[in-house]
C-alpha cells in the first residue's frame, strides 16, 4: 500500500479514459449526432417510434446505463472473488477504446442508411464504450483502497481526477487546432473522436496495465458455487448486507445516485444546449470544454486541500449548492455567448472536486475485500454512466421541443441529493464498515 509507482499508474488511468468522457462524451459527439439527425431528409425512426435529433445523444446515454444496472454489480461481484480484477479492467479498456475508434466511420453518407444509418450506428458504438467504460471504472476504483491509506485516498482520488483533466484537455487542445486547420469539419470531427480512441487504448496499456499489481482475492467461493451462480445471488446479499449491517453507507449511495445523476446530465447536454440554443459553433464548444478542463484540473487539487482542512462531506456540500447556482443561471439568465464562459469556469471549479471527493468518500464507508462488488454499485452513478437524468432531460426535450425548459428539471437532482447528504453520518459510517477515523477529517 502506499507504493508511489502503483499509485501513479493507477491515476494516470484517468489520464487515458478522461479523453472518452471529454472529447466523445462532453464535446463533439452529442453536437455532430445532433448534426446528422438535423441533416437527415427523414425523421429518425427506430421501430416505429419518431425520435426528436435532440433526444438520441440523452437516449442512448441513457440506454446504456440502464445495462449498467444489469451488469456492472455482478462484474464487481465477481472480481472480488478472483484473479480477474486487472484483467477485467484491461479488457473492458480495450474493446471501449476499439468501439471509439470506430467512431470515425459514422458519417452523412454512411453505407447503410445515410443519415439515419449514421445516428443508429454512432449510437450503437457510443452506448459499447461508454458501457465499457463504466465497467472498466468500477475495477479502476476498486483498487483504490487497496493502494492507497485512508488518510490519503482524498489526495490521491483527487490527484486522479486532476490528472484526467489535464490529460483530457491537452488532447482536446490538438483536436482543436485539427478543426483549425482542416476545411471538412465533419473529417476533423471524425477524427477527434477516434483519436479519443486511440488515446484511451496507448496510455491505458503504457501506465495502468503495466504498473498495477493484480493481488489475489482474499475470499473463496463457498462449496458448489460458479462465479455466476454466487455473483447473482451475492448482488441481493450485498444489498440486504448494505440495509442491515452498513445502513450509512447505503444513504449515502442513495444521495450521490441522485446528486451525481444532477452532475452527468449537465456534463451529457452541455454542449448540446449550447449548440442548440445558443447558436455556439463547434470551435467555441471545443475552446469552452478545453477551458473547462484546465480550470478543473486546478479545482479537483483545490477542492482536495479543502477536504484536508473541512472534510470531504462539507466540501461535496459546498459543490452541490454551487450545482444548483450553475442550473438556475443556464434556464433564467444563459443567453450569450460570454455568459456561457462564465458559467463554464464555475462549473469547472466544482467539477473535479464533487466527483473525486466522493469517490474517496465512499471508499471509507466499504468493507474491506468487497470493494469492487460495492463500486460496481457506485459505478451505476458514477460520471457520463447516469440514466435517470439524461432520461428526464430526454423526455422533457421531446414533449416540449426545449432544452432550456428541460435544464431547470436537474434542480431538483442536487438538492434532493443535498438534503439526504447532509444526514449521512461518515464517522459512524467508517466504524461500521471497519476503518478507524483517527486522522481522516470528518
Given at each position: 500500500m502506499?507504493?508511489?509507482?502503483?499509485?501513479?499508474?493507477?491515476?494516470?488511468?484517468?489520464?487515458?479514459?478522461?479523453?472518452?468522457?471529454?472529447?466523445?462524451?462532453?464535446?463533439?459527439?452529442?453536437?455532430?449526432?445532433?448534426?446528422?439527425?438535423?441533416?437527415?431528409?427523414?425523421?429518425?425512426?427506430?421501430?416505429?417510434?419518431e425520435i426528436e435529433p435532440a433526444a438520441v445523444f440523452p437516449f442512448s446515454s441513457s440506454l446504456s446505463v440502464l445495462l449498467q444496472v444489469l451488469f456492472l454489480p455482478l462484474l464487481g461481484t465477481i472480481a472480488d472473488y478472483t484473479h480477474l480484477k486487472k484483467k477485467m479492467m484491461m479488457g473492458f479498456a480495450y474493446v471501449g477504446a476499439a468501439a471509439t475508434i470506430l467512431l470515425f466511420l459514422v458519417r452523412e453518407d454512411f453505407t447503410l442508411g445515410g443519415a439515419n444509418g449514421a445516428v443508429l450506428f454512432g449510437s450503437l458504438l457510443f452506448i459499447i464504450a461508454n458501457l465499457c467504460f463504466g465497467a472498466a471504472v468500477v475495477f479502476y476504483n476498486a483498487f483504490l483502497p487497496e493502494i492507497a491509506s485512508p488518510d490519503l485516498r482524498d489526495d490521491v482520488s483527487s490527484r486522479g481526477f486532476a490528472y484526467g483533466y489535464l490529460g483530457g484537455g491537452l488532447l482536446l487542445l490538438a483536436n482543436l487546432g485539427l478543426l483549425s486547420l482542416m476545411e471538412?469539419?465533419?473529417?476533423?470531427?471524425?477524427?477527434?473522436?477516434?483519436?479519443?480512441?486511440?488515446?484511451?487504448?496507448?496510455?491505458?496499456?503504457?501506465?495502468?496495465?503495466?504498473?498495477?499489481?493484480?493481488?489475489?482475492?482474499?475470499?473463496?467461493?463457498?462449496?458448489?458455487?460458479?462465479?455466476?451462480?454466487?455473483?447473482?445471488?451475492?448482488?441481493?446479499?450485498t444489498l440486504r448486507e448494505m440495509r442491515e449491517k452498513y445502513p450509512v453507507t447505503l444513504q449515502y449511495l442513495i444521495a450521490y445516485l441522485i446528486y451525481n445523476d444532477g452532475i452527468q446530465t449537465v456534463i451529457v447536454v452541455s454542449t448540446s444546449f449550447a449548440a442548440d440554443e445558443l447558436g455556439v459553433e463547434s470551435q467555441t464548444l471545443l475552446l469552452l470544454v478545453l477551458m473547462i478542463q484546465f480550470i478543473a484540473f486546478g479545482g479537483a487539487l483545490a477542492f482536495g486541500q479543502l477536504a484536508r482542512r473541512i472534510g470531504a462531506k462539507r466540501a461535496v456540500m459546498l459543490s452541490l449548492v454551487l450545482w444548483s447556482v450553475v442550473v438556475i443561471y443556464a434556464y433564467a439568465f444563459l443567453y450569450t455567448t460570454t455568459q456561457l464562459f462564465v458559467l463554464g469556469a464555475i462549473v469547472a471549479l466544482v467539477l473535479g472536486g464533487s466527483q473525486a471527493l466522493s469517490r474517496s468518500l465512499f471508499s471509507q464507508m466499504i468493507p474491506q475485500d468487497h470493494e469492487a462488488e460495492y463500486f460496481g454499485f457506485y459505478e451505476v452513478s458514477e460520471r457520463g454512466t447516469s440514466w435517470i437524468g439524461p432520461l428526464v432531460f430526454g423526455l422533457a426535450v421531446q414533449l416540449t421541443g426545449s432544452q432550456r425548459v428541460a435544464i431547470i428539471s436537474l434542480i431538483l437532482f442536487f438538492v434532493l441529493g443535498l438534503a439526504l447528504l447532509v444526514r449521512v453520518n461518515v464517522r459512524q459510517a467508517m466504524l461500521d464498515a471497519g476503518h478507524d477515523p483517527t486522522g481522516v477529517t470528518l
Open positions: 502506499n507504493d508511489k509507482r502503483e499509485i501513479f499508474g493507477w491515476t494516470m488511468y484517468d489520464w487515458a479514459n478522461s479523453a472518452f468522457s471529454t472529447t466523445v462524451v462532453t464535446a463533439l459527439l452529442g453536437p455532430y449526432i445532433l448534426a446528422l439527425g438535423k441533416a437527415s431528409p427523414t425523421p429518425i425512426n427506430l421501430f416505429g417510434i471538412d469539419t465533419a473529417l476533423a470531427v471524425r477524427i477527434s473522436l477516434a483519436s479519443a480512441g486511440v488515446w484511451w487504448l496507448v496510455f491505458t496499456y503504457l501506465f495502468p496495465h503495466k504498473r498495477l499489481k493484480q493481488r489475489a482475492p482474499s475470499r473463496q467461493l463457498p462449496e458448489g458455487s460458479t462465479l455466476l451462480s454466487h455473483g447473482i445471488r451475492q448482488i441481493a446479499r
